[in-house]
């Protein structure tokens, strides 16, 4: 069966931009967690949804923000992009909550380059 | 709160050299733990996992033993291969909000 897809693989954006990301979770996964990976802090937690609803959210400021749709598909979002905001940000779906490692499966993730 | 700390790369080793990878976490109750693999152009796969002290976990050669007593969980393998080159996050899950905590990551180069 198809894995988890992340649209698009690649974005350069400017500065003050904002940007949404994508995140298609296998078939009949409805958990969908975000993280954002960057050199300096490894990987780290953004937030987790399930059936439209977050269950859990990261330390990370209110420009970052998501959703989830009735089909599970999920989106993130990030306002007032800053140089910091570069990073690779992944997508990890899984069947139920809570979350377990086993059943959990990730993208190939989105790489965010903000100049 | 909980954290993973690992040891930073990247490390660099001849193909057949045996390999630790460190890992120390900071954990109330008893974690799960964990090693993830990610490949260049892929996402992370769970590579093994731990539920409890002393307990083994293990695939494709790599093996890593929970040690409560040292809190720690390193990663081994006896015979590395080119194909193991990849970046390695050590994990755990504290059960009490079912976030999963991922240390910084170690990138492996392994030289024919």
């Known amino acids: 069966k198809a894995g988890v897809t992340q649209t698009p693989r690649y974005l350069i954006k400017t500065r003050g931009q904002q940007v949404t990301l994508s995140c298609s979770p296998i078939s009949g996964h409805r958990s969908v967690s975000w993280y954002q990976q960057t050199p300096g802090q490894g990987l780290q937690f953004l937030f987790e949804?399930?059936?439209?609803?977050?269950?859990n959210k990261g330390n990370f400021p209110g420009r970052f923000s998501g959703r989830q749709f009735s089909n599970s598909r999920s989106e993130m979002n990030v306002s007032t992009l800053e140089l910091g905001d570069s990073a690779l940000y992944l997508c990890?779906?899984?069947?139920?909550?809570?979350?377990?490692?086993?059943?959990?499966?990730f993208g190939p993730g989105t790489r965010l380059t903000v100049t | 709160g909980d954290s993973v700390t690992q040891m930073e790369g990247p490390v660099t080793l001849s193909e057949e050299a045996f390999l630790t990878i460190n890992c120390t976490y900071t954990a109330t109750g008893y974690p799960s733990l964990f090693w993830y693999v990610q490949y260049p152009g892929e996402g992370l796969q769970l590579l093994l996992k731990?539920?409890?002290?002393?307990d083994k976990g293990s695939n494709k050669g790599f093996e890593a033993t929970y040690r409560k007593e040292t809190t720690s969980f390193h990663l081994e393998k006896g015979s590395v291969q080119v194909s193991d080159s990849a970046v390695y996050f050590c994990a755990l899950n504290g059960n009490r909000d079912d976030k999963i905590i991922f240390g910084k990551g170690t990138r492996l180069h392994i030289l024919p």
């Open positions: 990890a779906s899984s069947r139920s909550v809570p979350t377990n490692p086993n059943e959990q499966y």
């Open positions: 731990a539920t409890k002290a002393d």
């Open positions: 949804y399930f059936s439209e609803t977050q269950r």
